[in-house]
C-alpha cells in the first residue's frame, strides 16, 4: 500500500534533501560566496545514499520492519552530512543554511512514527486471530 501517510513524509524528505542539495545554498563566508551541498563530493554522496535509501524505503511497505532500518539508516546519512558540512567549513556555529536540515531529519521521525503505528496495528490484528 504505497498511498500511506508516511509515504508522503518520506517523499517530502526525498524533496528537501534534493532541495537542499541543488538549489538551497547551506553557507554563505565572508567574501558572499554560497556554498552548497554538491560542492563536497563527501556531503553530495551522503545526501544522495539517504535519498535512494528512503526512496527504497517506500517501495519496502511490506517489510516494515526493513522500513524502519533502511529510515534510520538514511537519517544517519543526514546527520554524517550535516557534520560533515559543518566541519569542513572550521567555523565554530553552524550558519542559518546548515538548519535546514532538520526538516528531512524531522520528516523521517514522523514517517517512522507511522510506520510503527502500523506495526502495532497490525500485530493487534494478530493476536485477535
Request: no cysteine; glycine share 2%; aromatic share 16%.
Amino acid at each position: 500500500m504505497i498511498q500511506r501517510v508516511q509515504t508522503i513524509y518520506l517523499f517530502f524528505a526525498i524533496l528537501f534533501m534534493q532541495a537542499i542539495t541543488y538549489l538551497l545554498a547551506v553557507t554563505v563566508d565572508a567574501n558572499n560566496i554560497e556554498s552548497y551541498t554538491y560542492d563536497s563530493i563527501y556531503a553530495h554522496l551522503t545526501i544522495l545514499i539517504s535519498s535512494f535509501l528512503l526512496l527504497y524505503s517506500i517501495f519496502q511497505f511490506k517489510n516494515r520492519k526493513k522500513q524502519l532500518l533502511l529510515n534510520q539508516v538514511s537519517k544517519l546519512f543526514v546527520s554524517a552530512t550535516f557534520f560533515i558540512l559543518f566541519f569542513s567549513k572550521g567555523e565554530s556555529m553552524p550558519q542559518e543554511g546548515m538548519f535546514v536540515f532538520i526538516i528531512p531529519y524531522v520528516l523521517i521521525l514522523i514517517a517512522n512514527r507511522f510506520i510503527k503505528k502500523d506495526e502495532s496495528l497490525v500485530q493487534s490484528a494478530d493476536r485477535l486471530r
